[in-house]
Each structure stands twice: as C-alpha cells, then as structure tokens.
C-alpha cells in the first residue's frame, strides 16, 4: 500500500519561496509517474507539474520557470521549489504517484496550504 505525507506549506510574502515535500511509502515508488497538482477556493483543480520515472519534468504554463519538481527514488520522495511566488499562488497543494496502467491505484497527499499575501 502506498501512503504520501506532505509537508512545507505555510504563509509567503510576494517575491518569497517555499519547498514543498511529498514522502511516500511502497514498493512502486521507482516505476511510478509523480505530479503535484493544486486547487484554490472555487477555482477548478489544476495540474502545474508532473513527472516521469525516469525524471523528466513538465510545467504548466502558469508555473514554468519559478517552480521546479524533483525526485530522490533512494529516499521516495518529491519536491516542489516555489521561487517568484504570486498572490494567484495561493492554494491546496496536492502531490500524487500513479503507478503504470494495471499497477495499481493513483494515491494522493493529505494536502498542503500555501498563502502568498503581503
């Protein structure tokens, strides 16, 4: 059974960073894609970042270039750097791991909040 608990939301400035951390526990750690989505009061879920077993990376529009996800497979584990933060940043964060079609089912993070005011 896979289980992901998240970590490193909290209250930012504009301009400001945060790492956000997602860790999981399971055996298919390795061969699953990950991703981090978030979601803001009556806003529509949205995808910003996944990426592949093998590492590689694809952002959405609205974060490329100040937001940046990493994986450490030895520690099963997922990053989100958050640079240049927004007030339109402000949201739930969610990361999630989905193993290959037929593997398994998707798990997700408990959720994260992140706050950009001055």
């Known amino acids: 059974q896979v289980q992901l608990v998240e970590s490193g939301g909290g209250l930012v400035q504009p301009g400001g960073s945060l790492r956000l951390s997602c860790a999981a526990a399971g055996s298919i750690f390795r061969i699953a894609a990950m991703g981090w989505y978030r979601q803001a009061p009556g806003k529509q879920r949205e995808l910003i970042v996944t990426?592949?077993?093998?590492?590689?990376?694809n952002y959405a529009d609205s974060v490329k270039g100040r937001f940046t996800i990493s994986r450490d497979n030895a520690n099963n584990t997922v990053y989100l750097q958050m640079n240049s933060l927004k007030f339109e940043d402000t949201a739930a964060y969610y990361c999630?791991?989905?193993?290959?079609?037929?593997?398994?089912?998707?798990?997700w993070g408990q959720g994260t909040q992140v706050t950009v005011s001055s």
């Open positions: 999630y791991v989905r193993p290959p079609v037929g593997a398994g089912a998707t798990y």
């Open positions: 990426i592949t077993p093998g590492g590689v990376p």
